[in-house]
């Protein structure tokens, strides 16, 4: 599998750069929200947004006119950058969401780590954060893919990119998924859901299901049950790097 970590944080210290694992890509909160098209960064209102790389601004300001989400008026104030890199000979498109202030204009070329914008709460946002999504092919909110897997782990952090599938092979949605650390597999680190059935994208070089990210590196047990029988894989996390693993029933 070819890793694509081409994308620094858009949050830089002492801000926080790590995506909040309340509500990752392809989730809903258990149903407290709209399914998530991207990854949410939680940090006080004003904190510079940064180019997570190089490449032209391609929307820039408010979304009262334009739908860069599902409706009008759902980012707010908004920042979407083309890359100047391709993927597969695609176009990558990065959007920040619910900005307080825009720093850049339409045309404006920005180099890795150049301010963009200022996290803010801005349209459909209940409380200060940068909304980040990666979208490939196009620029639509129905080409996104999980941004978890383009942003480069933090230090001594890689990322676990699973699928969880019945015997025929056929993806399992929305189910629980937990990580535990081997040595004590009692204890639960983190839980995810599976991707609900054919509503968001999975990775064109990782064809995922679920997603850990930002996991220190060392060794794991995953929990999943399918048709009633319980999986107990252990993984094996390297940093930098992303491990697949795959939970086929039997």
């Not at 979304?63 to 990558?92: C, K, M, N, S």
């Not at 619910?98 to 963009?116: I, K, N």
């Not at 997603?211 to 060794?219: N, Q, R």
Request: with cysteine; proline share 8%.
């Amino acid at each position: 599998m070819e890793e694509h970590f081409w994308l620094s944080r858009p949050i830089a210290p002492p801000g926080n750069p790590e995506a909040s694992r309340y509500y990752p890509y392809g989730t809903t909160a258990q149903g407290q929200y709209l399914l998530h098209h991207g990854v949410d960064l939680v940090n006080e209102m004003g904190t510079p947004v940064l180019a997570v790389a190089d490449g032209r601004v391609v929307a820039a300001g408010d979304d009262h006119q334009v739908a860069y989400g599902p409706t009008t008026d759902f980012y707010g104030q908004v920042v979407i950058l083309e890359l100047d890199r391709r993927w597969q000979g695609q176009p990558i498109y990065c959007l920040y969401g619910h900005l307080s202030e825009v720093e850049v204009q339409v045309g404006d070329w920005v180099a890795r780590g150049d301010v963009v914008g200022k996290v803010g709460m801005s349209g459909i946002a209940l409380g200060p954060h940068l909304h980040l999504e990666v979208r490939v092919g196009q620029n639509s909110y129905w080409a996104t893919r999980n941004p978890e897997l383009w942003l480069r782990p933090l230090p001594g952090m890689g990322t676990i990119a699973g699928r969880l599938v019945d015997a025929e092979g056929r993806l399992v949605p929305e189910t629980l998924v937990t990580l535990h650390p081997a040595s004590d597999p009692d204890k639960r680190l983190w839980e995810t859901w599976t991707y609900p059935a054919g509503k968001v994208n999975p990775d064109d070089a990782w064809p995922e299901n679920f997603l850990f990210a930002d996991v220190p590196e060392g060794e794991y047990v995953l929990k999943a049950q399918v048709g009633g029988q319980w999986f107990f894989p252990v993984v094996r996390v390297e940093a930098g790097r992303t491990t697949r693993v795959e939970i086929r029933a039997r």
